[in-house]
Structures are given as C-alpha cells and as structure tokens.
C-alpha cells in the first residue's frame, strides 16, 4: 500500500465493536458519536421498533444509541445484543423482529451502516479493510465455512478488498509497536464470546519482517458465560430452573433448554415470540410453581434481558477490584438482591477456567514452544482483567512478564496496522 492509501482495522466483537485507520505507519482510533460524546467503543447492540414513518415500518438505531432508545421505550423496542456468537451456528436462521426476519448478515450489515454514519465519514475512502475474527467460534459444532459465507456478505459494502486475520494476532501487532526489542509473546484475546490465544515472535524495530506468527488455539468461553454462571447461582432459580411440572399423572422436571436459551444473549432477546410465549404459558399452567415461570414469562415479554445483563455486568466488573459486592435487580415482579463475593464467583466458572488453560496448553503446543521461551504475555479483552484469569498467567508465566493496557482497542489498532502490509497472506486466517 502506498503512504497515501488508508486501511481500515474493525473489531467486531460479541460485545463492543472498535474501528482503527492506519496510514504511513500510524493508527488511530476511529471516534464514534455517542449520546455524549465521540467514544472508540461501540457497543455490538441493536435496538428496532415499529415507525409507520420509515420504509419498511421498521426504525433501528446502534451501539449506545440503540442502549438510549430501548431504556426510553422497552416496552416497544426490540434489542438484540452478541448476535456475533451465532455467526458460524447452522441452528440460526433469523431473528424474529416484528413482522420481519432479519438474517445474521443483515444484522452485520446494518451495524456496520450505524458505525459509518456515526463516524463523521472516517470509513470513506479507505483502500482496504481487515477484519478480525475469533480463532475458534462460539457455540457447539462451529461450521466455520458458514461464518465466512456470512462475514462475506456482511462486510460487502464496503467495496473494497477484505482481508480476516485471527483477533489475538491484531492485538499482537499492536504491543508490537510498543517493543523496543525482540521478544516471542503469548497474546490473548478475552472477549464476550470466545477466548483466544496466539504466539508471535516479534523482532527488533528496524526488521523487515517485524511478527510471525507460531500458533494459535481459541475456545468459545469468555465474558458472556462468566456472565451466565451469575445469572445461573442467582436467578434462574428463581424463574423455574430446578422445578417441577405435571403431565398427566407423572411430575417431571423442567426442561433445562428453556433456561439455557435464557443464559444466551443472542437468544434471550428471541425468545420474545408468539410460539415461545405460548409454550412457556403451557408450562406455567402445569408447574408446581406458577409464579416461577410467571416471572420468566414476565421478563421476556417487559423486555428486561438488557437491565437483567446491565445488572450482572456490573457486580461483576466489581468483583474486578473488590473481594464483595452487592448483586441488584429488580423488575417483572422479581426482586433479587443478595451478596455475590468473588470466591463465589470463582468457584461457579471452574469450569470455564480449566477449559481455557487447555487452551493455552494447545497454542504452545502448537507453536513449539516451552512456557519459558515466553518473554511476555500480553492481556486484552475486557474478561482479562477479572483476577482468576490474570492468575492463570501469573502462575505459570510470572507476573514480571505480564503485560496489558487498551482492553478494549489493542485488536483494532494492530488490525489497522497489518492492513498496510503489502503481503497479508501469512497474516490471513
């Protein structure tokens, strides 16, 4: 590319999405109107309602402009939020919005459209964009040829060439720029949906070939399920999870898929539909214990998925610094409020975290290299600074070489960057 040509590096996460435009070796963050003022993050939300007014009796709005709409009006809007974790599911189809279903690409697509209109026309122009992607999808059984087809068309109006590159690699291009010498380093990656993990070796600025990449490992485990373990302890039981119900003269149990449809961000928002509604109204009439489901019933139809995550994100995010805080929430006729400690926390994603050092063991694994060929572990994503994930680094690496800084835009910054690359083809995934 020439001096004159602009990439574009674009974070599309489960959570927030991050714009970056490189040119003649610098990156900047591409700063997105916002109900205050311009912000680099942008939440991945969605939030639509009906407008006789717009083409199609459909009006929709983005990132925290969809946030402001659906708090000013939830009982009339539909928010959809971390629709990326089901980009490479063969079970999604559509989402139901209104009289309109709406494919994963056209929800892509339009997110992309309220970026560049609120970005003051920094998206105009450029030469060439670089997409990142996880290393491995959310979800069971990814069909990752699926998620390509539906990243393709997503990212089609742009015009230009596109180029996907794994996102811990977008992340280690940019502590790259921070290095003053050489130093093979362990990037990882903890986003909303997945966790990912890549080692590259960097060598001294001045070098013709500055990173190579050695290998790559990811699992579908981040933000969003350590989100789920919370609502799981705190509130499903109180929404029927665990229960009971009659059929005939036999008493059974729940089902537990009503609850893990519940967990999911990407479907709790979907469930509001007629046949969903219709069978969970089925349920509350055998249950043995109506009001459970009653309440299920009540906040799926109010809408209170996002108060319900706001709340959990928050006692979480304390849980960060604090060794206690205060879990908060009410609506639909539930009210929870009860003390979360963070060895609780620790304890209900136990799981996860042996998951996740699995895959660490398989990006050294695969990358030929010993823990202590690693100079540096570089942190980013929002979920690296909860504490049980810092320390699985510190215990096995040291916390001397731990190093962190821009969670949230480190992936955009290094994607825009590799955008100027003549050749991106060891850099594609």
């Not at 319900?308 to 908060?328: H, N």
Request: glycine content about 10%.
């Amino acid at each position: 590319m020439t001096d004159a040509a602009r990439s574009l590096g674009l974070d599309f996460g489960t959570t927030n999405s991050v714009a970056a435009l490189a040119c003649g070796g610098r990156s900047d963050m591409v700063l997105l109107d916002a109900p205050t003022e311009r912000e680099a993050v942008f939440r991945s939300a969605l939030c639509f309602w009906e407008d006789e007014a717009v083409r199609g009796g459909i009006a929709s709005e983005a990132g925290p402009w969809a946030i402001a709409e659906y708090i000013e009006y939830p009982e009339g809007s539909r928010f959809i939020q971390s629709f990326k974790s089901v980009a490479a599911s063969t079970s999604f189809e559509h989402a139901s919005v209104f009289h309109k279903r709406f494919r994963f690409e056209e929800l892509g697509a339009l997110l992309l459209n309220k970026m560049q209109a609120r970005s003051g026309g920094a998206f105009d122009g450029v030469s060439r964009v670089v997409v990142g992607r996880p290393v491995e999808y959310a979800g069971h059984a990814p069909d990752e040829v699926l998620a390509r087809e539906r990243y393709d068309a997503m990212f089609a109006g742009f015009g230009v060439e596109t180029h996907y590159i794994f996102e811990p690699l977008g992340a280690a291009f940019s502590y790259a720029s921070r290095l003053d010498q050489a130093a093979t380093i362990l990037v990882t990656d903890f986003g909303g949906g997945t966790s990912d993990f890549s080692v590259v070796r960097i060598a001294a600025p001045g070098a013709a070939k500055r990173c190579v990449p050695l290998g790559h490992a990811g699992v579908g485990i981040a933000g969003d399920r350590f989100d789920y373990r919370i609502v799981d302890h705190l509130v499903l039981p109180l929404l029927g999870k665990g229960g009971k119900y009659r059929s005939f003269d036999k008493v059974l149990d729940i089902p537990g898929g009503y609850f893990s449809e519940f967990g999911d961000w990407s479907r709790l928002a979907l469930m509001r539909n007629r046949r969903t509604l219709a069978e969970l109204d089925k349920l509350r009439r055998s249950a043995i214990d109506p009001e459970a489901i009653g309440r299920m019933i009540a906040v799926i139809e109010q809408e209170l998925g996002f108060r319900l995550y706001d709340a959990v994100g928050q006692a979480k995010r304390a849980l960060s610094s604090e060794e206690e805080t205060r879990f908060a929430f009410s609506g639909a006729g539930l009210s929870i409020e009860a003390p979360l400690t963070r060895a609780d926390f620790e304890r209900w994603i136990a799981p996860d975290i042996v998951r996740i050092e699995a895959a660490v063991d398989r990006a050294l694994a695969r990358s030929g290299v010993e823990a202590t060929d690693i100079d540096r572990v570089f942190l980013t994503g929002g979920s690296s600074l909860i504490p049980r994930i810092r320390r699985i680094f510190e215990a096995r690496f040291g916390g001397e070489r731990i190093a962190g800084g821009n969670e949230l835009t480190s992936i955009a910054h290094g994607l825009a960057l590799i955008g100027e690359q003549d050749d991106l083809s060891e850099w594609a995934a």
